[in-house]
Every structure is written in structure tokens, then in C-alpha cells.
């Protein structure tokens, strides 16, 4: 752990307040493209959706997206997602090996 890295100290309910207000913010700017958000920080949607059953989440890999998307991934990739780029698949491909493994 980085020894200025503070994060675990939030106290719980501070950092579930954060998450949730990111998700929001996510659920209404669809023009944010989960290939752009993969190609910029090395994570989207879906890698919430993964992560919140890393932390515990009872359903299954649909019911997490859901959670995250505001609606079922089908639903929102149908109403949302464009097709992407071959720029934006080569940008996420060199975003992604800058990821910790532990992604």
C-alpha cells in the first residue's frame, strides 16, 4: 500500500456515498461510452458491476449490471452503446496494460 494512499481510511459510509453519486453521474451520461471510460481510465461500467461482486454482491455477473446501468446491460447497450472504433479498441488495449493486475 502507498503510504500516502488514504483511501482505506474513509470511513464506510463516506466512500459508499462517492460510489454511489459516480454511478449515478454514469447512469445519466450515457454519451460517456464504456470503450471511451476503458480507453481513458482502464475501467467502465461492466468493471463496476464485476467489482461490486468482488465486494459481496449477492446476484449474478446480469444483476450487477443492471445495478450499475440503471436498467439491464441489454436494455441500456440497445438504447446507448455505439459501435466502437477500431481508434477507440486501440486506445482501450493500451489503457488496459497500464492496469494493475489485480483489476
Given at each position: 500500500m502507498n503510504v500516502?494512499?488514504?483511501i482505506d481510511e474513509l470511513d464506510d459510509a463516506v466512500a459508499a456515498a462517492a460510489f454511489r453519486r459516480l454511478v449515478r453521474h454514469l447512469q445519466t451520461r450515457h454519451d460517456a461510452q464504456n470503450i471511451d471510460l476503458m480507453g481513458l481510465a482502464g475501467f467502465c461500467r461492466?468493471?463496476?458491476a464485476d467489482w461490486?461482486?468482488?465486494g459481496g454482491f449477492a446476484g449474478d455477473?446480469?444483476?450487477a449490471r443492471e445495478v450499475i446501468h440503471g436498467m439491464p446491460f441489454g436494455a441500456w447497450?440497445?438504447?446507448y452503446q455505439t459501435e466502437a472504433t477500431p481508434e477507440q479498441l486501440a486506445r482501450m488495449e493500451e489503457?488496459?496494460?497500464k492496469n494493475d493486475p489485480a483489476h
Open positions: 500516502n494512499d488514504q461492466n468493471c463496476l461490486i461482486r468482488d455477473k446480469a444483476a447497450k440497445d438504447a489503457s488496459l496494460k
